[in-house]
């Protein structure tokens, strides 16, 4: 079947860094995505890995090693505008995006 | 204004009642998608579209149906709701091209059926 996993909850402070992580199985691989979603608003695209490594966005950067099924989600001087729901997706063979359930983020000051 | 628009935003419903969700979007995209969004889950995709003459039922399209007016409309239907098809949905779009898992979401239809 397919799957991803990521953590339910994870609280940071405000001006730290966070790693929220994510494996998933899916039928096929055709690119791993983020996306942020604000409590009560729409998703809105961070990012897109297809091949291994390190893709860097100013203070969010993405991760992936497609050997081993993982990718994470980095954000660097965390403000308190990041606390929202974190939603990795692996888009399958069929070229369908294939969702987690979110991290929710919370900063504390 | 926003590029993807949905109507309505909020609907309380009776089970039994005929339903529809209205997506519209000016990001000329050929692509359009409805999803439902559950605490606790990942976003479902109901049905999607690829142009005018093509429509795909998703991993849960039962009990939804869909219509695609025009390159730019995407309605989703509940025939007959019920309580379990309380959610939050969303239309989305993406452009076709080899980033297709870029989606661009309306901001959302809440929809409660008691």
């Known amino acids: 079947g397919q799957n991803i996993d990521q953590p339910t909850e994870m609280t940071a402070t405000e001006g730290a860094i966070v790693q929220i992580n994510c494996t998933y199985q899916?039928?096929?691989?055709?690119?791993l995505f983020w996306y942020q979603q604000h409590a009560g608003e729409a998703p809105t695209f961070l990012s897109y890995?297809?091949l291994d490594g390190l893709e860097e966005k100013g203070r969010f950067s993405s991760f992936l090693s497609r050997s081993k099924g993982y990718s994470y989600l980095l954000l660097k001087e965390l403000q308190m505008k990041d606390s929202a729901s974190y939603l990795c997706a692996s888009m399958d063979s069929n070229y369908q995006l294939i969702w987690g359930a979110g991290t929710k983020l919370i900063i504390k000051p | 204004d926003a590029d993807v628009t949905q109507t309505p935003r909020n609907r309380i419903t009776k089970t039994g009642k005929r339903i529809m969700l209205e997506c519209s979007q000016t990001k000329g995209h050929d692509r359009m998608y409805w999803y439902r969004q559950d605490p606790g889950l990942g976003l479902q995709l109901i049905y999607y579209?690829?142009?005018?003459?093509?429509?795909n039922k998703g991993e849960i399209s039962d009990g939804y149906s869909v219509s695609r007016q025009a390159q730019a409309k995407f309605s989703l239907s509940l025939e007959s709701a019920i309580p379990n098809q309380t959610a939050l949905y969303f239309c989305a779009t993406s452009s076709g091209s080899e980033h297709t898992g870029e989606l661009f979401f309306g901001e959302g239809s809440r929809l409660t059926v008691l």
């Open positions: 890995n297809v």
């Open positions: 899916t039928s096929g691989f055709n690119g």
């Open positions: 579209s690829f142009d005018v003459k093509d429509i």
